[in-house]
């Protein structure tokens, strides 16, 4: 999965409490069942964003367009969400409307379920970046209205100059920050972290930015192309920075040490700006880069999971227009003052918290990595995999190179 990060539209909502979904889909889903089919003006809708969420967003639209009426099931990201589509799907009861992402993405395409959007007139708001996320052959198959990053969140009383740019100045800073008994970083390792996926970015890079297609073409193999960036980001445990300890910690307990200013860097992704700054408004704090190869900084991050048409969508008129509010104004400013996010549409430019920094047009122009995202097909099963070697890394129960070593044979089980 991706190192959900995955929110809103956004990895945001993984953070989210997934009871109000629990609640709100059988409910929802006898609605459907009782009116979906024989209003043309109902739209049905299945999202892996809580009802919390898209209530709001479903709630605006229909005052603006109080013809239509939008029928929604909830269903928690990633694996529940997309357990829930496939058997949909395979009963042919899946909604107009459906969340197409990194992980389920080839085998919508493949099995002809979503619709060809790219002659919809509104398609042309997406930026380069949206629409080569989700297109094949030039047929365009989900509408992405955000995407996200993950870097290093900086405690600027903490650490009051430069932010190193390269590994070896940042892993250098944390063993004197932890020598003067400051706590100097923490992530929680719960597979890929945004560390450990902005260094496949560099490795990404260093391949001319084709690393995948060379793995999957057979030229490369992940142990090849892995190992260097599995070493790098192993430094933070070999330099004593981390202990396996990091392998049981999750992002509730780090981000308090944070708000709290006991601790001087953490990870997140660009969502989680908010809560830091709703539960420490005085803090002093940036959002950097992660540190990397020769002085060259990189983020993880994707383009967010899109809105997708059912090929066999009871009322396509309806959900077009759904679908073009929500990827259009005023539908798309509206949603970003819900759920903030970075806009990947063309006629909107929100106003976005200053201690983004640079990390708002790097995204914008694609500086970014995700090994979900990038990957050429069995993206769910491959992150499930690289999630697991990751945290047994983490506890030290297998080395850097067994990392690409695993991955290829997980690759290999598929052929």
Known sequence: ?????????????????????????????ALAACSGESDPNTITFLSWDNAEVMGPVIKQFEQEHPEYHVEAQYAPPVAGYIQKLQTQLGSNS????????????????????????????????????????YSRDGKLYGSAISSWAGGMVVNRDLVPGEFPTDWDGFLDLCKQLKSDGTVPYLEAVAGMTDTFCAFLGMQNLAYGGTMDQQIWD???????????????????????????????????????EF???????????????????????????????????????????????????????????????????????PGVSFYQSENQFISTVKDYEPELPAQLGDL???????????????????????SGEANALVQQLATGDIEPADVGKGMDAKLASFQ
């Open 1 to 29: 999965m991706s190192p959900s990060a995955a929110d809103r539209l956004t990895r945001r909502s993984l953070g989210r409490v997934a009871a109000a979904a629990a609640l709100a889909a059988p409910a929802a889903g």
């Open 94 to 133: 899946a909604p107009d409307v459906f969340i197409i992402t990194a992980e389920n993405k080839k085998q919508l395409m493949d099995g002809a379920f979503v619709q060809d959007l790219a002659g919809e007139s509104w398609a042309a708001n997406l930026n380069e970046t949206a629409v080569a996320t």
């Open 218 to 256: 057979g030229d490369l193999t992940f142990e090849e192309a892995w190992t260097p960036a599995v070493q790098a980001w192993y430094r933070l445990f070999e330099e004593g920075v981390l202990d396996s300890s990091a392998a049981g910690l999750t992002g509730d307990v780090v981000l308090p």
């Open 259 to 329: 708000q709290q200013g006991r601790l001087a860097v953490m990870t997140t992704g660009s969502w989680g700006i908010g809560s830091i700054i709703d539960g420490a408004p005085d803090l002093d704090f940036q959002f950097e880069a992660v540190p990397g190869f020769a002085g060259q900084p990189f983020w993880s991050g994707a383009v967010s999971p899109g809105l997708a048409l059912n090929t066999k969508a009871k009322h396509p008129d309806a959900a077009k227009v759904f679908l073009e509010w929500m990827s259009t104004e």
């Open 360 to 382: 708002v047009p790097a995204v914008q122009d694609g500086q970014y990595y995700l090994p979900a995202v990038s990957w050429i097909d069995h993206n769910d099963a491959l």
